[in-house]
């Protein structure tokens, strides 16, 4: 739900006598408190901001559920004001610091909502969760809940593009972005899905899963076959399609936390993650953690200007084909065209 565009021009500022204060020498970046003012948040990122602003911006006022992009020529802030309850209250701010021109621009959103799925729309009001710069666009993602975003595509002047049902998960200089579908958050299963979005044409282009993929008809195969009647999942929280198993990025974890193991490569125009098969929502709940049903299975993809294409092999046999252990080695010129071939 989203608003009216304002524009706040460096002319504006120069007719009222506005100029941009010099930041503190330390900034770290750091803000104390759920409720910051504006001038806080610009403060912390080391941005400079004028002794008066459009009334319209409040830059002395609380904000809440906000989210800060701070880049080598552009900072943004998608903010609500704070009202004193748990509740948001419309509209939707941005502001946008040009740090090449030393131009502002403002913009708030009332009313937008994204097409869930087909012929059913979803309203996009809730917590800014992140900014992304991607060629000449920038992305705002929304919760909706744990497991569902809406993502705005804006121009760099914050005029809205598009709206997704979805989140970034990869992206590439030229815009490009790899996004993953949102999705149910309280169902059995969660199956991943995703693709790959242009925004010179504004098309959205599936790409996994994939529609002829001999691994997932395999494990498909199996959670029909191989679970016995007794450990099956019985209830309401199980899964009866099994075309809708569970599956989502494998994660390596360390003490620092873990990460999820998607790359991608500038040069090659390439993106390789590795997808993990899970038996849940099919197996009773305390025989997953020693199910022998989990499997690994790693993609790569080649993304061209109007042609994507993509291959798959087993996490095990990464070494063992083609004597490589890293997704960022499978994604070089040299391995791509082996594993093309």
């Given amino acids: 739900m989203y608003r009216a565009i304002l524009l706040l021009t460096v002319g504006f500022a120069m007719s009222c006598g506005v100029w941009a204060q010099s930041p503190p020498a330390e900034c770290s970046g750091v803000i104390t408190g759920s409720t910051p003012q504006i001038q806080d948040v610009l403060r912390a990122a080391c941005v400079p901001f004028p002794l008066v602003f459009n009334p319209s911006v409040d830059i002395g006022l609380p904000i809440t559920s906000y989210e800060v ?3 080598p020529t552009q900072f943004v802030l998608a ?3 704070a009202n004193g309850s748990d509740l948001l209250e419309p509209p939707l701010r941005l502001l946008r610091y040009d740090k090449l021109t030393g131009k502002w621009d403002t913009a708030e959103f009332a009313s937008v909502d994204t097409e869930a799925r087909p012929g059913l729309r979803a309203p996009c009001m809730g917590s800014a969760v992140g900014i992304t710069e991607a060629g000449d666009m920038l992305y705002v993602g929304l919760h909706l809940s744990p497991s569902a975003e809406c993502l705005l595509v804006l121009s760099r002047d914050l005029k809205v593009k598009k709206t997704l049902y979805c989140w970034p998960v990869a992206h590439f200089s030229s815009g490009s972005m790899v996004l993953r579908k949102s999705m ?3 169902a059995p299963t969660h199956p991943l899905e995703l693709s790959v979005f242009d925004p010179s044409s504004s098309a959205l282009t599936p790409i996994y899963p994939p529609p002829s993929d001999s691994f997932r008809a395999e494990y498909i195969s199996r959670l029909q076959t191989a679970i016995s009647q007794s450990d099956r999942c019985v209830g309401e929280n199980c899964e009866i399609d099994p075309e809708r198993f569970d599956n989502d990025f494998a994660s390596v974890c360390a003490a620092s936390g873990c990460k999820t193991q998607i790359v991608t490569n500038e040069e090659t125009r390439s993106l390789a993650f590795i997808a993990q098969f899970s038996p849940i929502g099919f197996l009773r709940f305390d025989s997953v953690k020693s199910s022998e049903l989990a499997e690994q299975v790693v993609y790569v993809y080649r993304i061209f200007p109007g042609l994507i294409e993509h ?6 046999d990464m ?3 083609f004597g490589i252990t890293s997704l960022d080695a499978l ?3 040299e391995s791509l065209k082996r594993i093309f071939q």
């Fill in 184 to 186: 149910v958050h309280f």
């Fill in 79 to 81: 903010y609500y004001r």
């Fill in 331 to 333: 994604l070089s010129p």
């Fill in 69 to 71: 992009f701070n880049g």
């Fill in 311 to 316: 291959r798959e092999f087993r996490q095990s």
């Fill in 319 to 321: 070494k063992d084909r």
